[in-house]
């Protein structure tokens, strides 16, 4: 897993929230940082400078203790704040959804750790799409005497775009001492109107105490992490560990006032003993757009902080089962890693309204469309695994939204559900109708619900007489007419390996749809339609070992006639990375081959030789005969995690496994010991030197999971984990 320590400039943390109900990060230096679930996720709250790491000014936590007469107060955090001293250094231990902190420091004279993390239940997507984290805190004193020691947690008010109106509420219950962040004159249309809440869980071990309210600004006009004072709570606590009980509710009435709160517990720590401390940050942000799933389930902060520390136990037991289960499998470390840290998507990126709608952007920040079912195709498989009936309601909405000549939008929308646009560049793509066919049948063979094949399937008849459609020179293969498929900036003509491969994918996949629906008719039409496509699939784009990126000529391929093509633009004799797409997703759903074994071994071989030779950091999408990088745009020269994981999948399939796990364990590295950025991972990457260039959260990088259905089909415990039914 990724083990970091404070000190290596980390620029991601583990995201902790819910599915669709916005997040926060916790980061190795110990902070807080990008907020999404203040209805922002497409503009994270944060310390506002991309290279700095201080997190959101006003969330921390802070420990003190008493060994005889020595007092000790310490931030831990290693982002130092006024008036209080911090921590030297943390030990960071990622694995979604779970972070481990290990507090460090020459004179500290008690271990302090802290486990965090938020639900994240198999087959439950209520219990997934929680709108709180746990901060749980362990407290060891390795001394031979009793020491007295305090924990507090800090918290700001950020209810609404202005501090005036904003106030604090304590509300003491069986469970939890509480505070609440309320905002009296926040505008309804404002998003960041809502509520908050810092939660104390409490037992019998435990002296909780509080502090209300008070100025975390220290400087007038400017607040940032050089004004920011924890000077009042701590100037409190360091006396005897305890906070004074006071909270007027009085709102904030001017600027220069950042309204703060905190929350304690103290305790007196026998030799070799050990206390827990657990924190619940809860929030409540309804009304604003589609709104959450959430407000469907709960009416107040309160409501949403009494179900977390009333459920502890039984959210901590779910996410760590499937965890479990997982870290039994004979596979190796760092795939287990990369498969439980490559799940913060469902996380990051996802929407869940109100009303039930729901999707997952393709990069909220960078490329905020909803559910783009060109990268969905990739991406979606541990959606449909952990969660089937948020899979099936997306590929629903899909299907509601076809356009009356049968095409599948490419997304729901920018920014919301309820609004699909054809593509991001005026084209119609080819590739998405095959993969809205294909993940038809993948959901079905998922989720073995009949219902939703029934719903779907006249919206998958009409998808393929669209493709049908789309074949302007009667080849049996649906043409490309420029940048129109998931490489948005490269020109394809004619026939592609890439959309032909997957199309052809789709056919078989179609037979099998159609078989089930007693359409005779069409499992002959489809069946006809593989046929007559595979020949020309390999007619048009074999080339000696491998098939080329496309070919929109009429004639075959001899040497002279490529010459000629190739200047005309008729002709690209790249070697791509995807180019059996199309056989990577018939080999997951148990279709068989698209084209014949022996040519996609070739063709496996020569990626492998060629593109995967060309970078130390991954698999690049495009090279020529030779070797060269092809650089007649963006995507070719570079590389993208999710093709690279496709390949690998792809390899270990056709018995490459040895290869195919290096090759995803080189992406891996890159994210996690190159760029250092693992929990917040682009699209598409430098070949040269491993660095990120373009998407942020990005949802096609989950296809990752199918290495492991790759392996599963060797492997019966793994199988059985997946329980992928063919």
Known sequence: MPIYTSGQNVRSGVPLGGIGAGKLDIMPTGVLDNFTFLNNIHKPLNSG?????????????????????????????????????????????????????????????????????????????????????????????????????????VGRNIIGDWAVGRFNQVVDMDKALNLYFYNKKAQSHDPAAGEMGLSLLKNKKLECSYLGEWNMQSRHFVFDKTSLTLAEACGVLGVDGLLPNINTEKCVAAESF???????????????????????????????????????????????????????????????????????????????????????????????????????FESPQACPLLGTMDVRFYGSLPLAFFFPALELKEMLEFAEAQRPQGYIPHDLGS?????????????????????????????????????????????????????????????????????????????????????????????????????LMHDEEMVKEASLWFKKGGVSFEKKLWRKKYFIAYNNAKEGLSEKQIAHHVKTQKVNISCMASQLAGQWIAHLLGLGYIVSQDKVRKAVSTIFELNGSASAFGVVNAVSESGEKDRSNWHSENIWFGMTYCLASLAIYEGFQEQGLELAKKAWDNAVLNVRNPWDQPDMYSSTDGSYIFGDHYMRNMVIWSLLFALGRKDKKIEEFLRFKK
């Open 415 to 515: 920014k919301r559900s309820d609004l699909p646009s054809n593509s991001t560049n005026g084209f119609f793509w080819k590739d998405v109708n095959s993969k809205f066919i294909l993940l038809t049948y993948r959901d079905f063979l998922m989720s073995q619900d009949e219902g939703f094949l029934k719903k779907t399937y006249p919206f998958v008849k009409k998808a393929f007489y669209w493709l049908v459609a789309a074949d302007k020179n009667k080849d049996y293969l649906p043409d490309n007419e420029g940048p129109d498929q998931t490489f948005d900036l490269w020109s394809f003509y004619g026939a592609s390996s890439y959309t032909s491969s997957i199309f052809l994918a789709a056919l078989l996949a179609l037979e099998r749809i159609a078989a």
């Open 49 to 153: 400078d991309p290279k700095d790491l201080s997190g959101v000014p006003g969330f921390n936590f802070v420990l003190w203790v008493k060994d005889k007469n020595k007092k000790f107060l310490k931030l831990l955090s290693t982002q130092p704040v006024l008036d209080c001293s911090n921590i030297e250094s943390i030990k960071f231990n990622g694995s979604f959804p779970f972070a481990r902190l290990d507090y460090q420091g020459r004179d500290l004279p008690i271990e302090v750790s802290l486990e965090a993390f938020s639900p994240f239940v198999k087959h439950d997507e209520k219990s997934s799409g929680m709108p709180f984290a746990f901060f749980k805190f362990k407290l060891t004193n390795t001394l031979s005497r009793s020491v007295s020691v305090s924990l507090m947690g």
């Open 258 to 360: 950042q309204l703060g709160g905190s929350v304690a517990a103290k305790h007196l720590l026998k030799p070799k003993s050990s206390v827990t401390v657990t924190f619940v940050l809860s929030w409540y942000f309804p009304g604003f757009g589609e709104g959450h799933s959430y407000e469907a389930w709960f009416r107040s902060v309160l409501e949403v902080s009494q179900y977390a520390c009333e459920h502890y136990d039984e959210l901590l037991t779910g996410t760590r089962a499937w965890m479990k289960e997982l870290n039994a499998l004979n596979i190796a470390p760092w795939l287990k890693d990369a498969l439980s840290n490559n799940l913060y998507p469902l996380v990051s990126s996802s929407l869940w309204s109100k009303r039930g709608r729901f999707g997952i």
